[in-house]
Structure formats: C-alpha cells, structure tokens
C-alpha cells in the first residue's frame, strides 16, 4: 500500500504537537520536574465525583441529548449572566461539548470553507492552527508581542483582515504568555470588526484564572453577541481535565450547524461527567464558588513566586495576569528548543519550547505555575543554575 497517496495530505502534513514530543521523552526519564502541562495539580473536587458516581448509581447511563442535559444547560446559563455578563437560550444556544477543544474543531468545521482565512494571534495555543488546517482554511498567524503584553492591538488585527477572512480567534487569557485583553482592548478590536461578516471564536477556558479585575467576555461588548462563538469548559477552573466537559454559546443559527456536527461526530458529551459539571455549577452558585477562588488564590501565590524567581534568574519575564503559565524569554543567544533541551538534560526541568506555541514563540519557553511551591522553587534554583552556567 502506497499510503503517501491515500491518506489526507493536509492532515497528514501537520506537524504533531509541540508539546506532547517534547513530553513523550519526559515520560520516559526519572527525577524531572515537570512545569509542562497545562494541567491542574488539584484532584476534582470530591463533591463533584461523588455527583458522577450517584448518576451511574442511578442509572443515569444512556445517552443525553446532542445538546447536553437541560439541567446543565441552564445551569451554564445562569453562570454566565452571574460572572460574565453575558446570556443565552439553554435551548439551542449552549450545546455542551467534549471538553473545549471539540468546540474550536466544531466552530472551525461549521465556518471555515476551503482557502478561508482564519486570524490568531502568535504565539497561541497549539491546536488552532491544525484544526483551521483540518477544516481546509488558511491560518494568518498575527503578532504579538512581549512590550505590550502579547495582547492583539486593533492595528495589527486591521492589517491583518482580507476580503478572505472569515473568522478571529481570541485566545484570552492566554496559552502559552498568560496574557489578558481588558475593556478597553477588547472594545477597540470590536471596532475593527464592525460592518464585516467576521466571526470570532472566543476561547475563554481561562476565564475565572484572572489575577488583577475580572475576566470580560467578548460577547459582552456592545455589538459583538451576535458574532461570537464563546468556548468555555470545567478543565482548568474546575480541575475537571480528565472528565473532558467543555461548552459552547453562541447565535442559534450558528449553534445549529455546530450541533449538528456534534451529533454526528460525538453524539454528546459523556453523562456523568454531564452530572459532574452540574454539580459544580449547582454548587458554585451557592457557595460562591469556593472552590474555583481557592484554586486561584493558590495559583496567584504560585503566579508571584515564579515570576519573581525567573527574574532573578537573569530571564525577562513580562508579567502574566491569566492562566496559569509564565513565558519567560531564553537567554540571549539561544532558542527555544536549545534551551529546553539543556533544561532538561543537565537540570531535570522539563519546560515547553516557545516555539510550539507559532513562530513568534521562539525565544520564549512556557513554565506552568499548576505545580507545587516546592517543584517550583526547585525547579527555579535549577533554571537558575543553568543560566548562570551560560
């Protein structure tokens, strides 16, 4: 079999992920601390397992509807309207997802036709790029940059804008800087797209990891509703990785073709994790959420120790106020890949090339700060070492 001439070139041709080959040889090493994955290092809330399990107790095992349980749905709902302001019909303008990366494919699938261009800021997370490939558009990577906080300006989203442009990815907070766009950024962007048909996809799955204001969702800019597609999900603020629950909102014209993608692909979302997500909704909305501001009251301490020990380390490292991800910059001299590989090598620290993350990432390297304060110290005190080294 000659499978060069079966299988799908513009599949087959992207690259795998940054990150995973990276960590496919971590996998394999013994003492390596690991500031990698962008995962929680807090197991999922004992209250939400404890809903799963008493759904498959009571036989909750079937299928759910495309769009998700009702329940969930107006649960999201409300969650919305009371931390982002923004609001939508449970019906069919909320479909619960696989986590929020089934939701980037099933927007890019239900906007993109072949030679689409779709905008995303540079650096950005791994996956927007593949998925535009997947569904047959174009990927116009836009720059950004460290002295202005790799936040998107309205200049360079302009420039970027063709008669070809069909969609906007806005990744804030962000993966891998930890950027965020305030009001006032986003209310600029929003003026660049007034009077176009250019949809945004608004990856939000970062939300509630805010460290200085609150997190605005685009949909909630004057005008822009109607041309926003929201990702969100339980992975990180919940510690819900694994359980892979995400949601997505938008107009139900939109949300229409999206689901019916869904229905045919995945179908709906697993059902107790459905009932997981439910209950730290049900939960959060009684207590405040005191879970989720645990979690970010311990990320922001962690947030300060790392920045402040990168620094001292010699590293420029531009302050981030979202996620849970500092993105120093290499020393001078070296790239990405370099120095990750000397990190590891010779100090036992496995950190994600910058590189991974879109051309501009290069000179940059991700740490995450979802690890212990003592992996972190230590992980410093060797990155210390390795630069003082140079």
């Known amino acids: 079999m000659n499978y060069e001439n079966i299988l ?3 599949v087959a041709d992207v690259p795998p992920s940054g990150i995973r080959k990276f960590f496919d040889v971590v996998s394999e090493m013994d003492g390596v601390i690991s500031l990698g994955v962008g995962e929680p290092d807090f197991n999922t809330p004992w209250t939400y397992t404890d809903a799963a399990i008493y759904s498959l107790r009571r036989g909750h095992t079937h299928y759910t509807s495309n769009w998700g349980l009702i329940e ?12 982002f302001e923004t609001e939508y019909d449970p019906t069919d303008e909320i479909l619960v997802t696989v986590g929020a990366s089934e939701g980037i494919d099933l927007a890019l699938r239900a906007l993109v036709e072949p030679g689409d261009e779709v905008i995303v800021p540079d650096p950005s997370y791994v996956s927007y790029m593949p998925n535009i490939r997947f569904a ?27 008669p070809k442009t069909k969609a906007l990815i806005l990744p804030y907070p962000n993966n891998p800087t930890g950027a965020v ?6 209310e600029k962007l ?8 250019i949809m945004v996809i608004s990856d939000e799955i970062y939300a509630e990891l805010t460290y200085e204001g609150r997190h605005v969702s685009f949909a909630s800019i004057p005008g822009m509703w109607e041309r926003t597609i929201t990702l969100n999900g339980f992975s ?15 107009p139900r014209e939109v949300m229409a073709v999206m689901c019916k993608i869904h229905q045919y692909t995945m179908l709906c979302a697993p059902t107790p994790g459905q009932y997981a997500a439910l ?7 009684q207590n405040d959420y005191a879970d989720v501001r645990r979690m970010v009251e311990s990320y922001d301490r962690r947030r300060r120790l790392i920045v402040h020990g990168l620094r001292e380390a010699g590293l420029a490292c531009h302050e981030p106020l979202g996620a849970f991800y500092a993105f120093p910059a290499v020393p001078a001299g070296m790239d990405s890949q370099a120095f990750c590989e000397k990190l590891l090598w010779e100090q036992k620290v496995a950190a994600v090339p910058g590189d991974a993350f879109g051309a501009l990432g290069n000179g940059f390297f991700r740490c995450s700060y979802a690890a212990s304060i003592e992996n972190i110290q230590t992980a410093l005190a060797r990155i210390a070492d390795s630069v003082g080294a140079q």
């Open 236 to 250: 990180k603020a919940f510690a819900m990785t694994g359980w892979r629950m995400g949601f997505a909102c938008g």
């Open 190 to 197: 929003a003026g660049v797209l007034r009077g176009t048909d």
């Open 8 to 10: 799908c070139r513009r």
């Open 136 to 162: 047959g558009g174009v990927c116009v990577a836009v720059p950004t940059v460290a002295e202005e906080g790799f936040r998107l300006t309205p200049e360079r989203l302009r420039a970027a804008i063709t």
């Open 72 to 83: 969930l749905r107006r649960a999201i709902n409300r969650y919305l309207i009371g931390r």
């Open 279 to 285: 209950e730290a909704l049900s939960s959060g909305e």
């Open 181 to 186: 766009m305030r009001r006032e950024d986003l």
